[in-house]
């Protein structure tokens, strides 16, 4: 299912758990709220990992990547990548940030 990058302007802040999470609105018409794992850089752009609530998506544990960016006042904006070599360049970069982010947690608990 193609995914619609548009996005509620508010971003919800999770007090308890502290998680910022948006709702993507679908081809279809449905909304998926997702949890913002991460922006990060790839190439020349800015990029965000969402992780889906609900839903198969969730249980599977797939994560959509778009590209990023914000206007002139701070509001949020997401673009489908349509180019697969980029898509490969946004994914390796995703998977490199999360693999030092594993790394850093194991020295981590070493250290402690």
Same mark, same amino acid.
């Given at each position: 299912? %193609?995914?619609? @990058?548009?996005?509620?302007?508010e971003m919800e802040q999770e007090q308890?758990?502290? %998680?910022?999470?948006?709702?993507?609105?679908?081809d279809d018409g449905s909304e998926l709220?997702?949890?913002?794992?991460?922006?990060?850089?790839?190439?020349?752009?800015?990029?965000?990992?969402?992780? @889906?609530?609900? +839903?198969?998506?969730?249980?599977? +544990?797939?994560?959509y990547l778009y590209r990023y960016s914000?206007?002139?006042? +701070?509001? @949020?904006?997401?673009?489908?990548?349509?180019?697969?070599?980029?898509? %490969?360049?946004?994914? $390796?970069?995703?998977?490199?940030?999360?693999?030092?982010?594993?790394?850093? $947690?194991?020295? +981590? %608990?070493?250290?402690?």
């Amino acid at each position: 299912m %193609e995914q619609n @990058p548009k996005m509620d302007t508010e971003m919800e802040q999770e007090q308890e758990q502290e %998680e910022v999470t948006v709702t993507l609105t679908l081809d279809d018409g449905s909304e998926l709220e997702c949890v913002v794992l991460t922006i990060f850089d790839a190439g020349k752009r800015e990029y965000i990992a969402l992780l @889906p609530m609900d +839903g198969q998506e969730a249980e599977e +544990g797939e994560v959509y990547l778009y590209r990023y960016s914000e206007d002139a006042n +701070g509001n @949020p904006s997401l673009e489908n990548i349509e180019d697969d070599e980029e898509y %490969e360049i946004v994914a $390796e970069a995703f998977d490199e940030l999360l693999d030092e982010q594993e790394f850093d $947690e194991l020295v +981590g %608990e070493d250290e402690i």
